[in-house]
Nanobody, 121 residues
């Protein structure tokens, strides 16, 4: 059983910062990629940032220069440092991991429960 546990969401004023963390635990053989998605009310879930094994990163255009994703491989943990937050960043942020368990030869997608980020103007 694999779990992704997120922390770090909350309420912040525009221009402020938050740091999200997501730890993957359980029976994990390897992790191909970890990342963050978000979903605002009435909108589709969208990719915010992702980091793949080897360290290559990918960001949504709307967060480039403001958000930084990083990963601690030893802890199976991914972080999202969010600076210069804007009201339009308000959403539920979901952690995502593409990983393999020891019993499977193929990778699968796993999701966290989501953490609310609210940016007030």
């Amino acid at each position: 059983q694999v779990q992704l546990v997120e922390s770090g969401g909350g309420l912040v004023q525009a221009g402020g910062s938050l740091r999200l963390s997501c730890a993957a635990s359980g029976s994990i053989f390897s992790i191909n990629a970890m990342g963050w998605y978000r979903q605002a009310p009435g909108k589709q879930r969208e990719l915010v940032a992702a980091i793949i094994s080897g360290g290559r990163t990918n960001y949504a255009d709307s967060v480039k220069g403001r958000f930084t994703i990083s990963r601690d491989n030893a802890k199976n943990t991914v972080y999202l440092q969010m600076n210069s937050l804007k009201p339009e960043d308000t959403a539920v942020y979901y952690c995502h991991a593409e990983l393999r368990t020891p019993l499977n030869t193929r990778s699968a997608d796993y999701w966290g429960q989501g953490t609310q980020v609210t940016v007030s103007s």
